[in-house]
């Protein structure tokens, strides 16, 4: 049974520390059951390490990751994973000696999948994103954007999927490739109520996939509306300029 | 369809050949002396270390350092309990088969979650311990002196039965291990060799399958070294000598790495080449050392890695051939 409009991620002042350095400072956000919100921000602004924090890659110096209600930022990323969240890296991580195919494969056995179905599933998902024709192919063998795409789509085969972090998915990807990224992206939240959060440079893409985005800054959230309200926001001008 | 019809051809000629090879392997004792069985017969329990060390060093990319110290646990277990105990063989079997895996659970909660270099450390102190545990308790073990130990067959056919018996054991092993690699448990260990944060992330509980297949790999070990007591009919502390890590290690790289035929060539090749060239001594492993350091530098995969890409070359060939016929 789905929640309609219900808080799916809620973060609540989530501080991490590396050192001396703070990368994520009291940042509290909340993410709304079927959505795509964009995440951006400046180089160094603490996106990819809320990633890792909300992925259970790292534990956070002080705060909370609740979804659903569940605390889950003590969590191992194989348990956070169960829960429904899967994640990308910002350069595509494969299981480089496995073919396409079977990098699909190992998600769905991890939640018990059966091989019949998995393959299956696998099939639909890598034609759907015109990797099929690569599927016996060593993933160690694939461009820099066909990687990145395998990357996302392997991130499917978990059912239910409910929460999509993805880091900077666009970066150095082949314009043609970008478009099947969106259309795999808006098919899985339209098609099975899959909710994003979404990391990127790229504010024309995240234009055209996201109604909601949130701007970080120096580890704190400093906006959060539409690209529009955002846009216009001084905080948000200032901190890409250097403010 | 031409692609699926050429998968399948192309896995009946391995099986055609594996079969070959099987057969030719079980009539060699009718050609060679009781010599060369001997030398296959012991050839055969290294497939069976070299085998079952490449589960965790090739497959899940586990660098451990103490699979002969595993392989010594199993074989003094039973041989302790059949000679001071009266315990019968397979008992003194079934304990070693415990011993090893009991040891390799802890051994491998104590050291997976390490990396890389800290666990081949680890792993090789806790051998070197148990090295020279073996040979401090004199009075158990008799240290250095050597435990004699019932022999498993006895009578005139027993180098003949031990040929078949380790043949077996062998051929068991691979089998086990094949059935491993084609499961969830193979697709899961390959994963966490190539990048084990995503292996994570993908929903894997790493530590728990590096655990798994430590704890298979020991037992196997142990195992195999109860049955090289009974066969050799005497145990010494060498049997958790560097060296013979060292051996396991040189025959799993020589044949190739993250391959199933790859420790099998690799084990009868170094044991025929140290039996044949036994009389320049310890030169032998400077020579080995030196193939491995170049199959490292060089070519990863080993000889399985040459053989393949020998028939992919005749395979082009021909279908070149084919081509300009046509």
């Keep these: 049974m789905r929640r309609e409009n219900s808080t799916l991620l809620q973060i609540e002042n989530l501080a991490k520390d590396f050192g001396k350095l703070r990368a994520v400072d009291d ?7 079927g959505e795509i919100r964009g995440l951006i921000g400046p180089n160094g602004s603490g996106k990819t390490t809320l990633i890792n924090l909300i992925s259970g890659v790292y534990k956070p110096t002080s705060g909370g990751v609740y979804f659903f209600g569940k605390r889950i930022d003590r969590l191992p990323p194989e348990k956070i994973t169960q829960e429904g969240i899967m994640r990308t890296f910002q350069v595509a991580r494969l299981f480089g000696d496995m073919t396409v195919f079977e990098n699909m494969l190992i998600p769905a056995f991890t939640q018990g999948m059966g091989k019949r179905q998995a393959s299956h599933r696998a099939k639909e ?8 024709r690569l599927s016996n192919e060593p993933a160690r063998n694939l461009s820099g954007g066909q990687g990145m795409l395998l990357q996302i789509v392997r991130g499917f085969m978990r059912q239910p999927l409910r929460l ?6 666009f970066a150095g990807v082949h314009p043609v490739i970008k478009d099947v990224m969106i259309e795999t992206i808006q098919k899985m939240n339209r098609d099975e109520g899959v909710t994003f959060l979404i990391v990127s440079h790229e504010l024309t893409t995240i234009r055209r996939l996201c109604s909601r985005i949130s701007v970080l800054h120096a580890g704190k959230l400093i906006s959060e509306g539409t690209m529009k309200e955002v846009a ?3 905080r948000v001008i200032d901190s890409y300029l250097g403010g | 369809m031409k692609n699926i019809s050429e998968a399948r051809i192309g896995g009946l000629k391995s099986y055609s050949l594996l079969l070959a090879v099987l057969l030719v392997v079980c009539l060699l004792p009718f050609w060679t002396g009781q010599y060369y069985m001997q030398v296959f017969t012991i050839a055969f329990y290294y497939v069976v270390l070299a085998s079952s060390w490449n589960l965790i060093a090739g497959y899940t990319g586990q660098f451990s350092l103490a699979h002969h110290a595993f392989a010594a646990i199993g074989g003094y277990t039973s041989a302790l309990l059949v000679t001071r105990s009266g315990f019968p063989i397979w008992m003194g079997i079934l ?12 051994l491998g909660v104590l050291c997976l979650r390490m990396r890389a ?11 070197e311990s148990v090295r020279i545990f073996i040979s401090m308790t004199y009075k158990l073990t008799r240290g250095d002196l050597g435990l004699a130990v019932p022999k498993l067959f006895l009578g005139e056919g027993r180098g003949i039965a ?9 051929v068991v092993t691979i089998l086990m291990i094949m059935i491993i690699n084609h499961s969830k448990m193979g697709y899961y260990l390959r994963a966490i060799r190539d990048d084990e944060m995503v292996a994570r992330v993908m929903g894997i509980n790493t530590t728990r399958w590096k655990i798994f297949a430590f704890i298979i790999s020991s037992g196997i070990a142990g195992i195999a070294g109860a049955f090289y007591g009974h066969y050799n009919g005497l145990l010494t502390p060498v049997m958790v000598d560097f060296n013979e890590m060292a051996l396991i290690v040189i025959m799993v790289v020589i044949g190739g790495i993250r391959s199933i035929p790859g420790p099998v060539i690799g084990a009868i090749f170094i044991e025929i080449l140290t039996e044949t060239f036994r009389e320049f001594g310890e030169i032998r492993m400077v020579v080995f050392a030196l193939a491995v350091i170049a199959i490292a530098r060089l070519y990863h995969e080993g000889a399985i890695g040459i053989v393949r890409q020998f028939a992919q070359l005749i395979s082009r060939r021909k279908r070149a051939g084919e081509g300009v016929n046509e």
């Design chain 1, 232 to 234: 216009n926001d001084p």
């Design chain 1, 164 to 169: 999509y972090l993805l880091d900077e998915p």
């Design chain 2, 162 to 170: 031990c040929y078949y018996f380790f043949l077996g054991l062998a």
């Design chain 2, 117 to 127: 270099i800290y666990l081949a450390i680890a792993t090789w102190a806790f051998a």
């Design chain 1, 125 to 132: 998902l890598l034609d759907f994103s015109l990797l099929g």
């Design chain 1, 27 to 33: 940042l509290s956000l909340g993410l709304e059951e």
């Design chain 2, 95 to 106: 304990a070693a088969l415990l011993s090893s895996t009991l040891m390799g659970f802890i």
